[in-house]
């Protein structure tokens, strides 16, 4: 399984960007994609997941009402629309994958893959 993240970059405060993660060599769809950050001297955090076998996204609580994960079966990608970045939304963002799929529950320790980072920068 390869996971291909892009859609990083500058932002000013207020503005907006949209992530890819793309999944290859995975077949049907039964797994969860999702997004975890991780700023500078910090965890990774868990940011937003969702099942490509069906249901709405999930999101951790920084995030809620700024943010929206979408997904597209064809393409085996999802997309975050990010909006209304702030500073603390400063981060290289992680694209995974979650065999047992259960999105609400994604967690670090438990991603079967992972995609390379992209910086997300919020200038201020």
């Known amino acids: 399984v390869q996971l291909q993240a892009s859609g990083g970059g500058l932002v000013q405060v207020g503005g907006s960007l949209r992530l890819s993660c793309a999944a290859s060599?995975?077949?049907?769809?039964?797994?969860?994609l999702g997004w975890f950050r991780q700023a500078p001297g910090r965890s990774r955090d868990y940011v937003a997941a969702?099942?490509?076998?069906?249901?709405?996204?999930y999101y951790g609580h920084p995030v809620k009402g700024r943010f929206t994960i979408s997904r597209d079966n064809a393409k085996n990608t999802v997309y975050l629309q990010m909006n209304s970045l702030q500073p603390e939304d400063t981060a290289v963002y992680f694209c995974?994958?979650?065999?047992?799929?259960?999105?609400?529950?994604?967690?670090?320790?438990?991603?079967?893959?992972w995609g390379q980072g992209t910086l997300v920068t919020v200038s201020s």
């Open positions: 060599g995975v077949t049907g769809n039964n797994y969860a």
């Open positions: 995974a994958l979650d065999r047992s799929n259960r999105p609400q529950w994604m967690q670090e320790s438990l991603v079967d893959s």
């Open positions: 969702i099942s490509l076998s069906g249901g709405g996204g």
